[in-house]
């Protein structure tokens, strides 16, 4: 049970005043009768609540894919860039997190949840979630290159103990060239340290040109969605992504 007020606001219908204005003004009705009391509880499972005919179905959790686009910083606000969550314009965001985070020149998949078990379970190192990558690179990558980066790379971190923190193996395919000419390569990880791809490139004396994430765990970007699109989970996904 919860106060209406609360339910309402959580949908982003607005202020506590302004919400209070709404209810006096007969536009918000549950399960069909005019709402008088902004204070009244209502049962969020049960009760069926309406907005200006529209009705508000409350979700525990929420699955979005986002295509995220160059420019915009993975996080829920910050007070000078646009953020992934202000691209789900027309949803309640109230709660939701991106499952970890692309630098702000990374483009792709990002999850955005509030299903918090879920978020831990993709992003523990415990779990070795895979995670693809494109990878557009300044120059061809090497034999040696590839094997060096297929058992594990010094980036720079170190242990506790002084000694380098190698990355764990990862696997790494050769693609085509890009329209410019710059060589792709699709990488995946299953760790999700500071700037790794670009690191792990730079340790083999390359730089990344472009990246981008097509997948992570069973999770594969939507071709269809263009950057700063997203869409909904389906449930095969939804089933897929937890059982991994």
Excluded: W
Excluded at 90 to 100: C, F, H, W
Excluded at 211 to 233: E, F, N, V
Aim: charged share 30%; with cysteine.
């Amino acid at each position: 049970m919860q106060r209406l007020d609360k339910y309402l606001a959580d949908f982003g219908i607005g202020t506590r005043k302004q919400i209070k204005e709404h209810i006096k003004n007969g536009a918000v009705t549950v399960n069909g009768t005019p709402a008088h009391k902004a204070d009244m509880h209502i049962d969020e499972y049960t009760d069926k609540v309406f907005f200006m005919g529209k009705e508000l179905v409350f979700e525990k959790y929420r699955y979005y894919m986002l295509n995220k686009p160059d420019g915009v910083i993975s996080a829920t606000k910050d007070g000078r860039t646009k953020t992934v969550l202000n691209l789900l314009k027309d949803e309640n965001i109230k709660g939701l997190s991106p499952v970890g985070r692309l630098d702000i020149d990374t483009e792709g998949l990002l999850l955005i949840t509030n299903d918090g078990q879920m978020i831990h379970r993709l992003l523990s190192p415990s779990f070795h979630v895979d995670k693809e990558y494109e990878v557009h690179l300044e120059h061809e990558l090497s034999d040696s290159d590839i094997e060096l980066l297929e058992k594990g790379v010094d980036i720079g971190d170190v242990q506790k103990n002084g000694t380098p923190d190698i990355t764990m193996p990862a696997t790494l395919k050769k693609g085509d060239y890009d329209k410019e000419g710059y060589p792709v390569v699709y990488l995946t990880i299953c760790e999700g340290r500071f700037h790794q791809v670009k690191r792990m490139m730079e340790a083999v004396n390359n730089k990344v040109i472009y990246l981008k994430r097509i997948r992570m765990g069973t999770l594969l970007l939507d071709s269809s969605l263009a950057p700063s699109q997203y869409r909904r989970l389906t449930d095969d996904e939804l089933k897929s992504l937890k059982d991994c």
